[in-house]
């Protein structure tokens, strides 16, 4: 059984993920449904084979010490892929997220215009938020590289691993990964600002002080573009706020009523009127009126202002899902089922 076989069927499927688990057959995950592959049961030893196959030494031994490990693999004319080995039941266990090579136009994502928009920030902090699997890498990629093709600026990228390959084209764009060329994104964040940038992309605010240098980015001139695992602006500005001692909070809710400039909450959705996915995206622009609710820590305010501001671009979850549904792109179920407000969506849908 060969691996790149493996991922060709997977890529010919239109699979986003593929799992190589040690005494299951290759699985893959097909528009969001989990789907056996049409292969033998992997053994201990294809799984470590599979793993050794794809992962550098210094991965290897990573994996060795610590029973996970994160790495980027590239078959060539097919695709790249986000790799996650972990250790199950004391076999290997391989997580493969699928990273097409070519970075699609923003045109071509089904989002809101606003998105597009945001690439012509001159600065700020934007944040591209959602669940695991929701979108959050293609946004961002396709925003880097309009602004690759528009500007001529230094841009860097921060990522956990590399996913999209970037060609430098009016820009001069360089691409760091975490483990490889930096320690920490706290590290990679603070020596980038050294390097004369004008545009960074930050993998992850994972912790507090990668958000503590990417706000300071932010505040000092640079556009920052970043993600979080969070469901909805509102949220999202909480989640930023709560990493902080309760001491700092008033300080950094001025700082970030400052420094933010967007908030843009995907979740992606099963079609039902062509294969694929598509978004539903809310969308946050800080206005005086939200800069205000963020200083004066009136954020649960946050969805009244978007409702009352559709004209300028913002969008409410459940006002962009009803959209699709209405458009005949989604299910019922599916809509109801991802809501914000589920009874009152339901009732939407029904009128």
Excluded at 208 to 231: N, P, Q
Excluded at 269 to 277: K, L, N, V, Y
């Amino acid at each position: 059984m060969d691996l790149n076989t493996i991922l060709k069927t997977a890529f010919e499927a239109d699979a986003s993920d593929v799992h190589l688990i040690a005494g299951q057959p290759p699985m893959c995950r097909i528009h969001q449904v989990m789907t056996r592959m049409d292969f033998p049961v992997i053994t201990p030893e294809m799984a470590r084979k599979f793993f050794e196959q794809m992962a550098p030494k210094e991965t290897q031994a990573t994996f060795d010490r610590q029973k996970d490990a994160d790495f980027s693999y590239y078959v060539e004319g097919l695709s790249r892929y986000r790799v996650n080995a972990h250790s199950q039941r004391g076999q290997i266990g391989l997580a493969m997220r699928g990273i097409k090579t070519k970075v699609p136009p923003l045109a071509k994502l089904n989002l809101p215009e606003v998105i597009a928009r945001l690439t012509y920030l001159p600065r700020g902090l934007v944040l591209v938020t959602g669940d695991t699997g929701s979108g959050k890498s293609t946004t961002l990629a396709a925003m880097i590289e309009a602004m690759n093709q528009r500007y001529k600026k230094h841009i860097i990228t921060l990522e956990d691993p590399v996913e999209y390959m970037f060609e430098s084209k009016q820009c001069v764009l360089e691409q760091r990964e975490l483990g490889q060329d930096m320690p920490s994104f706290a590290s990679g964040l603070k020596h980038a600002l050294r390097q004369d940038p004008d545009i960074i992309l930050v993998g992850e605010m994972r912790d507090l002080e990668t958000t503590s240098l990417a706000i300071s980015a932010a505040e000092t001139g640079h556009l920052v573009l970043s993600t979080l695992h969070t469901v909805n602006a509102s949220q999202t500005v909480e989640r930023i706020i709560d990493m902080y001692p309760a001491g700092q909070q008033n300080q950094i809710r001025s700082m970030l009523a400052n420094t933010l400039q967007a908030v843009v909450c995907q979740t992606l959705f099963s079609r039902t009127d062509a294969p694929g996915m598509v978004p539903a995206v809310e969308v946050l622009l800080c206005t005086p009126a939200v800069r205000n609710l963020i200083r004066e820590a009136r954020t649960f305010e946050i969805p009244n202002v978007i409702e009352t501001n559709r004209a300028i671009g913002m969008c409410s979850l459940d006002t962009a899902i009803a959209s699709l549904y209405f458009n005949g792109m989604i299910s019922r179920d599916d809509a109801i089922a991802q809501a914000a407000y589920p009874d009152k969506l339901d009732r939407q849908l029904a009128a």
